[in-house]
């Protein structure tokens, strides 16, 4: 009788390589719990969104949450003017560009590779909102050439036409980031907090061009440091989301919450399965 122990997995032996089962990380560990998904993801949890992209890869969401708050948290101590700061941010351009917009551009694609579209969309939103924010102040797109009648694109951003122009940006950057608050009502407190925030910030930054271009600088003023405040208050609960999930990612022994709302509004999904229970 020949010794078994030294011969192969005869059944293995003839799967394909590709379809042989092997006990990973993800069988270990998954299914993980609603609100822990939701806190690592920022999207409700739902079959899509549990995809095998989602168990393999790693998770995308504090990268752009980095790349927001690096961006984000200087441009509220410049709009405060803090220690003389000022110039709309001019010194930190690349900031702008790479860790604002380039940064959260990368996380939103690796969202979408994993299947969790609401994060992917934040994340796609403010990644352009921040180049958009960048670009604006480089010569080579000269967006104020329209309107200065000497051609010169510094001249024509100190017009009250192109002020006008830009607070009705901030508007519909409002509008959106409503409709974003909306849906946060299925994740968590600490997004929800921060996107409420977030819509008081691009109301006073839009009230902030309209007065510019009604010649009232000295409100202006006061409109602009308060929403560089609010800017600076909202990026507290995302460092504390950013914080959550670094921590989760080493595994570490000590869990931040993030105030669960997954059971306060029920999913359509769910309440179907209540049904037909």
Request: aromatic share 14%.
């Amino acid at each position: 009788m020949s010794d078994t122990s030294d011969k192969p997995d005869t059944i293995n032996a003839e799967v394909p390589q590709d379809l042989r089962k092997y006990q990973t990380a993800e069988s270990v560990l998954l299914p993980i719990s609603r609100d822990t998904f939701e806190k690592l993801y920022l999207n409700p949890k739902n079959p899509r969104a549990t995809s095998k992209l989602s168990k393999r890869f790693g998770n995308p969401t504090p990268i752009s949450l980095l790349g927001f708050l690096l961006a984000s948290m200087p441009n509220a101590m410049i709009m405060m003017g803090w220690r003389g700061a000022g110039g709309h941010g001019g010194a930190i351009i690349p900031v702008y560009i790479w860790f604002g917009g380039m940064v959260q551009i990368f996380g939103a694609v690796g969202e979408w590779i994993i299947g969790n579209t609401f994060s992917c969309a934040i994340f796609f939103t403010y990644g352009t909102f921040w180049i958009v924010q960048g670009t604006g102040l480089m010569p080579f797109f000269a967006t104020g050439n329209q309107y200065s009648p000497t051609g010169n694109w510094l001249e024509g951003q100190e017009s009250p036409t192109y002020a006008a122009s830009l607070g009705f940006y901030f508007v519909t950057l409002g509008i959106v980031t409503l409709l974003y608050l909306v849906c946060s009502l299925r994740t968590n407190v600490c997004l929800f907090s921060a996107l409420v925030l977030l819509v008081v910030t691009f109301g006073l930054f839009a009230g902030t061009y309209f007065q510019l271009a009604l010649g009232h600088k000295e409100l202006a003023e006061k409109l602009q440091i308060a929403g560089g405040a609010f800017n600076f208050a909202l990026c507290f609960p995302v460092w504390v989301i950013f914080f959550a999930q670094v921590l989760d990612a080493v595994d570490f022994p000590i869990s931040i919450p993030v105030g669960d709302f997954s059971t306060i509004i029920p999913g359509k999904s769910q309440k179907f399965r209540d049904e037909e229970v």
